[in-house]
């Protein structure tokens, strides 16, 4: 695809002082001066700023990937949504502050603000569109306004709806909803035998068992969705994103502990904008479920990050030991057991296995017994052969007596 214009892409272009300033208001820092200006910093090893912004560079690619085609709506006169970079930090800083105000109220108060004149104003199509960029950056959720399909489909998801009554936090709730999953179980007592352990979900089981291909995304919703028709299960990989609201800015886990959605939206000036617990168990799915330390796990990670570009901070997650007791999978668990279920039920995928029950077990003792028949046949197709090689020598010494 060939590169957006600045002439028709207002954000075609993020300079290193862009990506400084969405630090800023994300997450309250921002790179020193030689980071920005593309200079070696004489700092780095004494633990400065720009450490972290070398971290994030994924995150950085994915910043001016989803802005650089942006293109306005505008008709006639009127202006486009987002003239730059700091438009749109200014719609995060709105929203960030007003986690609890209707999505409807911050966009019509920002345009009617920003745009006296309502002939200047952009179409409602294109301030959705900010709305919905801005609330990407914030959350690495895709959401999409009413009535409107914001952007391509992902991994054949579709991108979350997120109402006009609704605020930001509410939206988030709504994509991420909280439940109890008794039947999972993180320990491996002998007393928890009728449940199902995580450590049975790992990404090489998945892979050898399930025959499922793991894909990268960058929509945190759709984390651990299962495809079961293409046999692909998606991974949310920006783990230095995660980690960014769950550090004090020395990338040592925050005091703050863990919250629900209900205690971000009453701190308007967190660092976190993703809830603490569910950032904190998106990584323990990747560090306690699919990749453990074993070697073959870790191996397997080091393909995905150096082959299919994930995340290379996946390698790098922190201890979560301190935070166990806030893991309860009540955000993935759902997901988590989709994934068991596939193990112990693969989908068929060839030819052959669809023809069979669509159950594990009993595909499997059909093929064992078709595997058996199959024997049995040529066995007695080999028995036949020598019997009648055996009467022929015979025929032969009778016809032929020596």
């Not at 699919?290 to 995905?304: E, K, W, Y």
């Not at 989709?338 to 009993?362: C, M, Q, V, Y």
Request: glycine residues 6%.
């Amino acid at each position: 695809m060939a590169a957006p214009t600045s002439s028709f892409y207002p954000l075609a272009n993020a300079t290193p002082q862009d990506l400084a300033e969405i630090c800023k208001v994300l997450w309250g820092w921002s790179p020193c001066s030689p980071w920005v200006q593309g200079e070696v910093c004489p700092q780095l090893s004494a633990g400065c700023s720009c450490s972290q912004a070398m971290r994030l560079e994924p995150f950085f690619d994915f910043y001016r990937n989803m802005t650089a085609f942006y293109l306005p709506d505008a008709v006639g006169s009127s202006h486009p949504a987002l003239r730059s970079h700091a438009d749109l930090r200014d719609i995060v800083v709105l929203l960030r502050g007003n986690l609890d105000r209707p999505r409807i109220h911050l966009t019509t108060e920002y345009f009617t603000q920003r745009e006296a004149e309502e002939s200047k104003r952009p179409p409602l199509s294109d301030q959705n569109r900010a709305f919905n960029l801005a609330a990407r950056v914030i959350t690495m959720v895709q959401p999409a306004a009413e009535n409107q399909s914001d952007g391509l489909l992902e991994a054949g998801s579709q991108p979350a709806l997120w109402s006009n009554d609704k605020s930001l936090v509410a939206f988030i709730g709504s994509v991420f909803p909280k439940r109890e999953h008794p039947t999972l179980s993180r320990g491996n007592d002998a007393t928890t035998t009728t449940k199902i352990h995580v450590s049975s979900i790992m990404a090489k089981r998945l892979k050898k068992i399930a025959k499922l291909k793991i894909i990268p995304t960058d929509d945190l919703a759709s984390h651990l969705s299962l495809d079961a028709k293409q046999g692909t299960v998606a991974i949310f990989h920006y783990t230095s994103v995660l980690k960014e609201g769950l550090t004090n800015g020395n990338g040592h886990p925050s005091s703050e502990g863990v919250e629900g959605v209900e205690g971000v939206a009453a701190r308007t000036n967190t660092r976190s904008n993703i809830p603490p617990q569910l950032a904190i168990e998106t990584l323990a799915t990747i560090k306690e479920v699919l990749f453990p330390d074993d070697s073959v796990s870790q191996s397997m990670l080091r393909s995905l990050i150096s082959r299919d570009k994930f995340d290379p901070d996946m390698a790098r997650i922190v201890d979560l030991s301190g935070l166990d007791e806030h893991v309860r999978y009540q955000y993935w668990g759902s997901r988590l057991l989709d994934l068991h279920d596939e193990i112990e039920n693969p989908t068929p995928r060839g030819f052959f296995e669809k023809w069979l029950e669509r159950k594990s077990g009993a595909r499997y003792a059909m093929m064992g017994t078709l595997i058996g028949l199959f024997i049995a046949i040529l066995l007695g197709a080999l028995g036949l052969v020598v019997s009648i090689f055996q009467a022929w020598v015979g025929w032969q010494q009778w016809q032929h007596p020596v």
